[in-house]
């Protein structure tokens, strides 16, 4: 793990680092809190599809996390998204806003593939974070990810043993997308599971049914009304609640 | 409204009173901060069917607004409930407790005509309220009731103007409780909708029809995994951040 650049503003320091990953260069942030010593609970965020690691909602909620809660947050730029986005992903994002982001079955392999992906990236993004001395590893660590941040995210949490607890959304049980209900099987982890009424992607009834699907004794599903990209802004103080209740605070 | 008996315990007073609505004594419980003076935000508890004022659901939400968001807390028996019960009420729920509360047309009728007069009472009872120096009758006035509560609340909450938010749940679009759509068509304060996954009296789609008829623009449903008895202990916190949220808090 590689630091590129460090500022510090108002109590959290923001890290820019890179990771070699199978041969790739994975571009990642870290917050913490400035001067932080010692262990403390780590919570990875995934960004959703074509956006990057530090879009405003990954941002303000790392910021909250560090501030309020002491903790440390990490993320990282997706296969294909940020900084690691080539003109031929700018067409592909292109054309998913033309469309809307129907699943074709290209797009469908290529999520799959990336999906894959993101595991090892995020699996060695964990594995360097933890030899941090201000993050430790024996330590709570939570995800927080939804849409592609599900999608990568659920298969993650399922081959990874040191989440505590997660927190997704914005998936579903659609066509196409049954084996992320093999994945959320092998989940027991407390989750937090985030849904719009309206989402133009997938229905109720299939966001339902990945609910049901997850193998958690603790879990809650939040269903607000509105599209895709509009969860509401006081559901952030529930990440935050949620996150304490699983992993406490840290206080230095 | 006759104060008939008062206590105070670890800061939090407990007025039990007495009111007359249409020929019947309604009894019912006031809690409010220890020496509380000047108006702050109040909340109703409607408690569930075959229960009581003074549940522990109730009192212990009750004693926690209290506490922690210095508001005043009421809770009325509903007709037929608590101190109210008649021994052909005892023996009704000797027999809703036997064949688990299947929903009959006798007793559909019995909940209409009910839920008619538990409207009425709390409309006397908020008015009555309304008119203590610790209270006033210009402030936020939240409710809460899940199962009769919600029953008997989304009419009533339909009915009343002065109600600033609510918390609702267990309850559901089912057979032959098709009129509760048209009372939550009228609803348009912000709401928290309680369900449970496992409910063993109305099914997940039932639920989720009942919460897409709410007329409200900000309305979250929370499902958790269990029976119907059985909404986790957790939830209480996001209670306590929901009023504070749409009522704020009082500090005298």
């Known amino acids: 793990m ?7 503003e108002h109590g959290v320091t923001e890290r820019r680092f890179q990771l070699e ?11 913490t809190p400035e001067h932080a010593q010692g262990p403390r609970p780590l919570v990875l965020q995934g960004h959703g599809g074509t956006q990057h690691k530090r879009v405003p909602n990954v941002l303000s909620l790392a910021r909250r996390l560090v501030r309020h ?14 900084d690691r986005m080539t003109d031929e992903d700018r067409e592909h994002n292109r054309a998913i806003r033309r469309d809307g982001g129907a699943m074709t079955e290209e797009r469908r392999k290529r999520l799959t593939e990336r999906g894959r992906r993101a595991t090892g990236e995020w699996k060695a993004t964990l594995d360097a974070l933890q030899r941090r001395d201000e993050i430790g590893d024996s330590g709570p660590v939570g995800y927080w990810g939804v849409s592609m941040g599900s999608a990568f995210g659920i298969p993650f949490v399922a081959a990874e043993p040191r989440i505590t607890c997660a927190i997704f959304g914005l998936a579903a049980l659609t066509m196409g997308r049954e084996a992320l209900a093999s994945s959320a099987e092998k989940i027991e982890v407390p ?8 989402d133009e992607l ?4 299939s966001a339902l049914a990945l609910f049901v699907a997850f193998g958690s004794k603790e879990k809650t599903m939040h269903i607000n009304p ?12 529930h990440y935050e609640t949620f996150y304490a209740r699983h992993m406490g605070t840290a206080t230095s």
């Open 202 to 205: 997938m229905t109720p009834d």
């Open 226 to 237: 509105g599209p895709h990209m509009g969860i509401p802004g006081f559901e952030v103080e």
């Open 69 to 82: 809660s002491g903790y440390a947050v990490a993320a990282i730029d997706a296969p294909g998204h940020g």
């Open 21 to 31: 990953v199978d041969g790739e260069t994975v571009p990642g942030i870290l917050w």
């Open 2 to 8: 590689k630091t590129i650049e460090e500022i510090t």
């Open 191 to 198: 989750l937090l599971f985030m849904n719009q009424l309206n």
